[in-house]
């Protein structure tokens, strides 16, 4: 009896071992084990270069193994966590590219050569010991005992090499415990989509028609006074009719993303967007800083037109621009006055002074200081004519002597060389600044009947769009600015045709400096028009 206990424990000895060894290979093999004991393949995470290596793993999939390492508490990632758990439920799910795009970079989406940086916090395991650090260079490089990647929340990066090669660094960190966008996405808000966007490379903003939108205008015309000059807040006059306002241009067969304020502010981080121009330029101006803040005051909007010698000289009634940053994204918005876009320069020994008007040669101020902007938006136009340079008291040097060439001293040819040579000069600049973004922006319509400024010109129709309302040409209505851009890297942003419809937006009568029988058809009511400008260009950039 002793004898057979003895052989019945060996069996169950052996039975128990074989047992635990078809346990321990099933462990790795079977998902069903997996849901009661973890394998090693979940205590060990992925090598996050074999994840980007292949291209049959997605963005979207790394993003995902990121989340379901974050809930078995093994990795800490930076940022809230609502707004990561919260992530499927909206339709970017389906978008890797927009995902990637929410996390901060605004190129990656495009294919560009953008670098991630990627920062682990791993907790609760001496055997995963490890930490990614950034490089200044935005690549990935490991200190790590076992000399495992693990991944982590991606953040877009972006560098950009300005003039002598100096390594000018841009990193695109969203501070997601202060960032306005966090509030849009707790209310179930969207912030990029690329979708809407999408198959818009070649479209052409310029033809389409208006169309009444009731959730217009985008600002208080009431409000907005930190950065609006009175003279163009026409709910500050005696003005009355505002169906103006409630106009929005829609493109024929392009889809363009409603703008607010978050969202240029993502699309813009660490971007310095600069308008270079003449007063309808500063409009376009006034009003993007209107339409990015909501017409609300920013106490937390910095002053830095110091940085770019924007500051009021003695006597001078203004400075020669502005430039505001929103520290939250490191986005500044600038303008500066140059209403022919060409340099002047004080001649010497000439009294009162005369300013040479050197028609070949872009303002000192662009090329002082272009290597700051990703995005220029040049305009001119209305200051080509033969008083403005008289009381300018500007003379016309090319090649940096007087022009003595008649079809030049012309005013139509004087202009047509300065647009062309500024927009040459700006084309051979971009293969050293590859991220820079430039438009010339088409020119802006008058609308004087019977007369012109001190000739007794109005534009008293208050019916929009009483001249039709749609515009179905595929060419500019300003073929200067047409042909000069042609061919090259800078683009058309125009907006023509479609403002010449709106007779009925401009300041008319209403300025507050009107004088008895002068009427303003030129400069337009804000809100109003130039809003529409800044939603194309907000769509093509």
């Known amino acids: 009896m002793k004898r057979g206990i003895k052989i019945s424990q060996v069996s169950l ?12 290979l099933a462990w790795t093999k079977t998902s069903f084990l997996t849901g009661f004991i973890p394998s090693p ?20 999939t790394t993003l995902e193994q990121v989340e379901s390492f974050a809930s078995s508490g093994r990795i800490e990632l930076e940022g809230e966590g609502e707004d990561i758990g919260n992530r499927k439920n909206t ?46 260079n935005g690549t990935l490089s490991s200190v790590n005992k076992n000399k495992e990647s693990y991944p982590s929340v991606l953040k ?17 960190k969203i501070v997601l415990e202060n960032s306005p966008f966090v509030k849009s996405f707790a209310k179930g808000e969207q ?60 493109p024929q067969n392009c889809k363009m993303q409603d703008f607010t304020g978050p969202k240029f502010l993502q699309r813009m981080q660490d971007k310095t967007l600069a308008f270079i121009g003449d007063s309808l330029g500063r409009q376009q101006f006034q009003s993007l800083m209107c339409m990015v803040t909501g017409g609300e005051e920013r106490a937390d909007v910095l002053d830095v037109g110091g940085e770019f010698g924007l500051v009021k000289a003695r006597h001078a009634v203004r400075p020669d621009g502005w430039a505001y940053r929103f520290p939250i994204t490191n986005t500044t918005i600038l303008y500066y006055w140059s209403a022919s876009l060409c340099d002047l320069e004080p001649i010497k020994g000439s009294n009162p002074v005369n300013f040479a008007m050197h028609l ?15 995005v220029l938006v040049l305009n001119t136009g209305h200051h080509w004519n033969r008083g403005k340079l008289n009381a300018n008291r500007w003379v016309m040097y090319v ?17 047509n060389l300065t647009i062309h040579s500024i927009v040459k000069w700006v084309d051979a600049q971009l293969p050293l600044f590859p991220g820079l973004k430039a438009f010339l922006r088409s020119l802006s319509p008058r609308h004087f009947f019977n007369g012109d400024w001190d000739t007794g010109g109005t534009c008293d129709n208050t019916t929009p769009l009483s001249g039709g309302k749609e515009v179905l040409k595929d060419d500019s209505s300003d073929p200067v600015a047409a042909h000069a851009v042609r061919g090259t890297g800078v683009k058309l942003l125009d907006i023509t045709a479609l403002s ?8 008319s009568r209403y300025s507050i400096k009107a004088t008895a029988g002068a009427q303003d058809c030129l400069h337009w009511c804000l809100p109003g028009i130039p809003d529409t400008w800044n939603e194309i260009l907000f769509a093509q950039i």
Not at 399 to 415: H, L, Q
């Open 91 to 136: 339709n970017e799910e389906e978008n890797p590219s927009s995902v990637m795009k929410n996390w901060g970079s605004d190129e990656l989406s495009k294919g560009k050569n953008k670098s991630l940086q990627v920062e682990t916090v791993v907790r609760n395991s001496s055997a995963l010991e490890s930490s990614v650090r950034r490089e200044e």
């Open 41 to 60: 393949s979940h205590v060990l995470p992925l090598d996050l270069g074999e994840i980007f290596k292949g291209n049959n793993i997605s963005a979207q």
């Open 156 to 172: 877009g990066t972006g560098s950009e090499e300005p003039p002598g090669g100096k390594n000018k660094s841009k990193e695109s």
């Open 360 to 374: 070949d040669r872009p303002p000192a101020f662009l090329r002082q200081y272009l290597h700051k902007f990703d």
């Open 191 to 250: 912030t990029e989509n690329l979708s809407a966007t999408i198959g818009n490379e070649g479209c052409n903003y310029a033809k389409g028609k208006w169309v009444i939108d009731d959730n217009r205008p985008l600002y208080s015309g009431f409000g907005c006074k930190q950065w609006l000059s009175p003279m163009w807040a026409c709910h500050l006059t005696q003005r009355m009719d505002f169906e103006y306002e409630k106009l929005r241009w829609q």
């Open 500 to 507: 010449e419809l709106r007779d009925e937006g401009h300041i």
């Open 13 to 24: 000895i052996l039975i128990s071992l074989v047992c635990t060894t078809v346990l321990v």
């Open 399 to 415: 090649n940096g002597v007087p022009n003595t060439n008649r079809k030049i001293a012309d005013i139509g040819g004087a202009k």
